[in-house]
């Protein structure tokens, strides 16, 4: 019942607002993953993003449509072997795909020297994580 009025609620918004509601989603899982004390939280963030991916399909313009089901098929493999380490890659990965979404729906307008210095600061926060044992792990789920 929960998840009818979840869609119930969500297929009212705009299809910006949906992908903003998304992002938001994404932000957390971003902010939590790092803590074995939110695994259950970011397990459930996860699928509710993929879900919600899955209920504005209809409503996106469909130049976002290949981004929106590659952000769907790699939210559905991190959902489905987390946890998983390093947590920091997947911390990383949902805040890149938050701030994509928003520039996606107009709601972030996009700065290339912000960016630059916001990924080396991510990056030195990463230090240095092993991506060829994530890969593994998301390509054989």
């Not at 790699?74 to 380490?85: G, I, R």
């Not at 996606?104 to 080396?120: F, K, N, P, R, T």
Request: hydrophobic share 45%.
């Amino acid at each position: 019942m929960e998840r009818q009025s979840l869609y119930e609620r969500f297929k009212l918004l705009s299809w910006q607002q949906q992908i903003g509601n998304i992002a938001s989603t994404l932000a957390n899982i971003s902010r939590y993953a790092d803590s074995p004390a939110y695994d259950e939280l970011t397990k459930l963030s996860l699928r509710e993003s993929a879900l919600a991916i899955d209920w504005c399909v209809s409503n996106v313009p469909q130049q976002f449509l290949i981004d929106l089901a590659m952000m769907h098929r790699e939210l559905l493999a991190w959902w489905q072997v987390f946890p998983v380490e390093p947590r920091s890659l997947l911390a990383l990965h949902t805040r890149h795909q938050s701030d994509r979404l928003l520039v996606m729906a107009g709601l972030m307008g996009v700065d290339c020297e912000s960016q630059s210095i916001d990924v080396e600061s991510e990056s030195n926060r990463l230090h240095s994580v092993d991506i060829s044992l994530v890969k593994e792990t998301l390509v054989s789920a």
